[in-house]
């Protein structure tokens, strides 16, 4: 069976600190992959998505940038984290020919 | 950006029905209705889609009417587990790549 994982599980940085948050997909191989964030209270926002190695799409301009260099590794970075980048970042992936998207736990970042 | 409106609570009592209703009434004919629960500080599940048939699975039952412009996501005994953030989303089906937009869903509050 496929499983996701994230890592950290919780995160607390300071502004301008950088950040790197990382994804892992087992059990399946070429998935899309994709990052959200959740502000406090708010629906989800599609961040970045990918259909391939090295291959990424933004959906918003802003602070974070995202690379994928191995099929199954989803990276969100950032080179000086803003307070509103304070959020819960989710990964998840999905098969390319199937519709649901499968999320991971998420990392819940603070950036104080 | 999201394409459905969705009450913002809802409360059911333990054990009893809970439906949870969605309006999509631009709803295109290549697009497809999810639903995805979110339980708190977890990330999104994927419950149930379907496109023009009332569809069930051991979790619930989607029913989507005739001229596709609203559906019910019925939850047939629904326990204090279920209490989340229910979030329906119509999706276009593109090969190889999909994108979904979450929006604000609707908080079901389950009651003993």
């Known amino acids: 069976s496929q499983t996701i994982h994230q890592w950290p599980a919780t995160l607390v940085q300071p502004v301008g600190s950088p950040l790197s948050l990382e994804c892992t997909v087992e059990?399946?191989?070429?998935?899309?992959l994709y990052w959200y964030r959740q502000a406090a209270g708010r629906g989800l926002q599609l961040l970045f998505y990918?259909?391939?190695?090295?291959?990424i799409s933004s959906e918003v301009p802003q602070n974070l940038s995202a690379s994928r260099p191995q099929d199954r590794q989803f990276i969100l970075s950032s080179k000086k984290l803003l307070l509103s980048d304070s959020g819960f970042y989710l990964c998840?992936?999905?098969?390319?020919?199937?519709?649901?998207?499968?999320f991971g736990p998420g990392t819940r970042l603070t950036v104080l | 950006d999201a394409k459905t409106t969705q009450p913002p609570s809802m409360d059911c009592a333990e054990g009893r029905a809970a439906n949870l209703p969605c309006n999509h009434s631009?709803?295109?004919?290549?697009?497809?209705v999810y639903w995805y629960r979110q339980i708190h500080s977890q990330g999104p599940q994927y419950i149930i889609h379907?496109?023009?048939n009332n569809e069930t699975n051991e979790m619930a039952s989607l029913i989507i009417t005739e001229d596709r412009k609203s559906s019910t996501l019925i939850l047939p005994h629904a326990t204090l587990r279920d209490t989340a953030v229910y979030y329906c989303?119509?999706?276009?089906?593109?090969?190889?790549?999909?994108?979904?937009?979450f929006g604000s869903g609707t908080k079901l509050n389950v009651k003993p």
């Open positions: 998840a992936w999905s098969q390319r020919e199937e519709g649901e998207q499968f």
């Open positions: 631009t709803i295109s004919g290549n697009e497809y």
């Open positions: 989303i119509v999706r276009p089906f593109h090969q190889g790549f999909n994108k979904f937009y």
């Open positions: 379907g496109l023009k």
């Open positions: 990918s259909v391939g190695i090295g291959q």
């Open positions: 059990g399946t191989s070429n998935p899309n």
